[in-house]
């Protein structure tokens, strides 16, 4: 018989598949889209299965085999192994890695086990005996490999076995050196294994308890009897519902369950996310506006008609696109398909799951990284297995394996937290219109501030503009007032936190019981500390930015690495003490605030305070239920919610985000401050919008301040164009970083030189170049920009430039590759 062999992508930053050999009793189990654990290198990992072949009877190739498989069905159907490879090629990174993080979190655990080898045993004797081996010598002196040799040596005495590697770091504490294990290893004295323990996680189970048939004699005291009673009453239900309910104790329960009038069982069910445990909110149904009606029926018709089309829903900030999106669920999900609903940060729209409960049940399921690892997988498996129709989801949710497809919303499909940060860098919502496309869906972009990328398309005809120009309350969007802060400091005499204007409407706000959000998108106390004698700034050590003082924590602290170091009492350079603390963020306005307001309950939301588990999801819900005046925060304060008593919305250093040197930072700034401002006024009562910059002229802010998308967009795709950027060319940025400068820029001029040389026709390599953050974490980064107006070449040439540099072994591990980046810093 011929062998049959399988390739397998593996998740490591390597652009090719491996082959292994599928051992007979294996053969059963291998399937295209399972999980296996595979030798690779010195170690094992998880890779996916993507295809078996069977080799030709001439074969005869030494190939490492299949040590397990770790799925009974394959995790990825068809559709998703279709679309992961599509992603792999377009941000042109390996199969496995694409797979990987379409699959969050099912990684099966692989345990590393260190075990005494015979020669170890041997040299141990040698040297605790009084003779040393010669060849022993070295390892006598070498106390940190002597004390790992001890402590093996020591758990295969007791236990017989090798001893997990976290257990022998967590017993060796500080001394524990991995160099030296290494080299116990190399010279053959221990052996190290990775073993897999796990597949990855188990569905959740559940306790339920129901009464037994045909048995009614009395029971034995009060706390029995209410058990009883409470079955009676409502039938089957969890224990620990049924303890809560009857006030009795587990003790009373399993009495009676060894009676025999009891029936204890165990059965699946899946773990829920706190957002989904809690009651739904009420029900309720709008009627929907003109305007929302025409946008649903364009939707419902392009359902209807089963093929793939892309819409962008351009609705002003209040103009309800959430009706939109629930009632073109509600269609799909009558014509027996299924929904995906993509929105960027879910932990900012608590009340949104809370909806989606109330309206679609038990067939709903988020899916998002702040679930446990088993919510995470019982909410998967519902999906695969068809029990859900409708998934709400963060970005990753993108690869829900949701079959029947027919509708995916990407809400706020402007915002930057679509774009994964780490490789594999891939675009939700760019990921949401490919998935629909394969699956013949229909793709709903929302925004109120579409990206330049959506909106270019719409003009250009591709995808579907529809537009819901008006706020749903009759009070209307809110009026947005600038103040120019250059201006305040000469008219007032000295520098401000707030204006004039913003105080005297805070003040009114708290007078009227109504509430106000402030948004100042720089965290920390202070945002430099500068010596006034010597005029230098406290920058990281490892990053070309200052460091911010944290007041609370006492420390100053780096926004990129998060290094910390002790508040200095002078300075670092020339010891003068004249250290001066500039700049605001949350943390200085919140306490300014608690002063100037006394009486006032105010909050901050940031990512110092949304620190744990629900925290954001509580402060919230707080503010909506008015137990706090005034919330201050920063961008994520701008997202998406929906406060009826919000009537003031404050923006502190509007500018400040113009300043970064990216060609996207006037989009973001009009952006944020739309959305912010689209937070005041969304109930009865009319909004204003108080907007505090330096730089008040600028366009964006200009623009923003007149509610004019149009006029924003209009100018912005005209510098776009000119300057040859997204969404008028495609653009990918390779970066190399390095502790060493020499070596970055070796690095880069390398990849220029190699990229240059494949010579594609349009193909614009700039630089090499530093970054504007040159140096982050202790690595210089340098960096090399490719623009083109044909993005098939683009990724092509990429791919073919890594090739190269593995084939001339140049160290690839410090590229990065982001095929459209969402900033060039
Ligand atoms: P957007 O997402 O466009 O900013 P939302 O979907 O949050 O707007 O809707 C804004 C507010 O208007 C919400 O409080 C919502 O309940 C309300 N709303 C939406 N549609 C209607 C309607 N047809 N009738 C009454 N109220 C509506
Ligand atoms: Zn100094
Ligand atoms: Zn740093």
């Known amino acids: 018989m011929s062998p049959v062999l399988a390739s397998v992508a593996v998740p490591r930053p390597v652009r090719r598949l491996f082959t292994y050999l599928v051992t007979p009793d294996l053969v059963p189990r291998c399937r295209p889209g399972v999980r296996v654990v595979v030798p690779f290198g010195r170690r094992r990992l998880t890779g996916y299965l993507l295809e078996l072949t069977k080799a030709p009877p001439s074969f005869h190739q030494a190939l490492k085999p299949i040590e397990a498989v770790l799925d009974e069905a ?25 797979i990987r993080a379409a699959l969050p979190g099912m990684q099966a655990v692989l345990e590393s086990r260190v075990d005494l080898t015979e020669a170890g045993r041997r040299a141990r004797e040698e040297i605790s005996g009084a003779l040393i081996n010669p060849k022993h010598s070295r390892l006598a002196k070498d106390a940190a490999a002597r004390e790992i040799l001890d402590r093996v040596a020591a758990h295969a005495a007791d236990r017989g076995t090798g001893i997990r590697l976290a257990d022998l770091r967590r017993r060796i504490g500080a001394r524990f050196r991995a160099p030296a294990l290494r080299r116990l290893v190399d010279e053959g004295l221990l052996v190290q294994a990775e073993i897999a323990v796990d597949s990855g996680p188990r569905p959740g189970r559940q306790e339920m308890a129901r009464l ?13 009897k209410s058990i009883l009673e409470a079955l009676a009453r409502g039938g089957a239900r969890p224990v620990p519902e049924l303890l809560r309910e009857s006030g009795a104790g587990r003790a009373t329960l399993r009495a009676l369950a060894a009676q025999g009038r009891v029936i204890l069982e165990s059965v699946e069910a899946p773990r829920l996310p706190p957002s989904l445990e809690a009651p739904p909110e009420p029900l309720v149904v709008l009627h929907p506006t003109p305007a929302q009606q025409q946008a649903i029926g364009a939707i419902a018709d392009l359902l209807a008609s089963r093929r793939f089309a892309t819409c962008l829903l351009h609705g002003v900030t209040g103009s309800g696109k959430t009706e939109v999106y629930l009632r073109s669920i509600d269609s799909v999900l009558a014509s027996g398909r299924k929904a995906l609903y993509l929105v960027p940060e879910i932990a900012l729209t608590p009340l949104l799951a809370r909806r989606m409960r109330a309206r679609f049940g038990e067939r709903l399921a988020l899916l998002h990284s702040a679930l446990t690892e088993g919510e995470r997988f019982d909410a998967w498996r519902g999906i695969r297995e068809g029990r859900i129709d409708v998934v709400l989801g963060a970005r990753s949710a993108v690869f829900a394996p949701l079959a029947d497809l027919g509708l995916v919303i990407v809400d706020e499909e402007h915002d930057g937290s679509y774009k994964q940060a780490e490789s594999p860098r891939y675009h939700g919502r760019d990921l949401a219109i490919v998935r629909a496309r394969m699956a013949g869906a229909v793709a709903v972009l929302g925004s109120a501030t579409p990206s330049m990328e959506s909106f270019y398309q719409a003009t250009r005809g591709k995808y579907r503009l529809l537009t819901l120009p008006d706020r749903i309350g009759a009070a209307g969007l809110p009026r947005i007032e600038r103040v120019d802060m250059r201006r305040e400091f000469e008219e007032v005499g000295h520098e401000s936190i707030l204006s004039r204007r913003l105080r005297a409407a805070l003040g009114e706000r708290l007078a009227r019981r109504e509430q106000a959000l402030i948004l100042l998108n720089r965290r920390g106390f202070s945002t430099f500390a500068l010596c006034r004698a010597c005029g230098t700034t406290i920058g990281c050590r490892r990053c070309s930015i200052p460091m911010t003082l944290h007041l609370h924590e006492e420390i100053l602290r780096c926004h990129y690495c998060d290094d910390r170091r002790p508040i200095p009492a002078a300075c670092p350079t020339c010891a003068s003490p004249a250290l001066h603390f500039g700049g605001t963020g949350t943390e200085r306005l919140e306490d300014r605030l608690r002063t100037e307001f006394s009486g006032a309950r105010v909050a901050r939301l940031d990512r110092d305070t949304a620190r744990g588990r629900g925290v954001v999801e509580r402060l919230l819900t707080q503010f909506e239920r008015g137990e706090i005046d005034i919330l201050v925060g920063t961008q994520m304060i701008a997202k998406g919610h929906d406060f009826a008593n919000v009537t003031l919305v404050g923006v502190l250093a509007a500018d400040a985000s113009l300043a970064l040197p990216d060609f996207r930072s006037a989009e973001r700034t009009f952006q944020l401050l739309s959305q912010v401002a689209g937070r005041s006024g969304r109930g009865a009562r009319a909004g204003e919008v108080i907007i505090q910059a330096y730089d008040a002229d600028h366009h964006a802010i200009r623009s923003a301040c007149d509610h004019d998308y ?31 400068l020499e070596r970055a820029r070796d690095g880069a001029r390398l990849v220029a030189e190699v990229l240059r040389g494949l010579g594609t026709p349009g193909l614009e390599v700039l630089g090499p170049a530093p970054a504007p953050l040159e140096r982050l974490r202790g690595e210089y980064r340098i960096q090399v920009l490719v623009k083109t107006a044909h993005r098939k070449g683009m990724q092509e040439s990429l791919a073919e430039m890594l090739a190269a540099l593995d084939r001339r072994k140049a160290r690839v591990e410090n590229l990065v590759v982001d095929v459209d980046p969402m900033s060039t810093l």
């Open 74 to 98: 394959p995790v990825l159907d068809p559709a998703m192994l279709e679309l992961t490879r599509w992603a792999a090629d377009y941000y042109v990174v390996s199969r496995g890695e694409m």
């Open 212 to 224: 037994a048939e045909g048995r009614a004699e009395a029971p034995r005291g009060a706390r029995q």
């Open 710 to 740: 149009a006029a924003f967009a209009a100018k912005e795709l005209a510098y776009r164009r000119t300057l040859r950027y997204p969404p008028c060319a495609a653009l990918s940025l390779v970066l190399v970083r390095d502790r060493r």
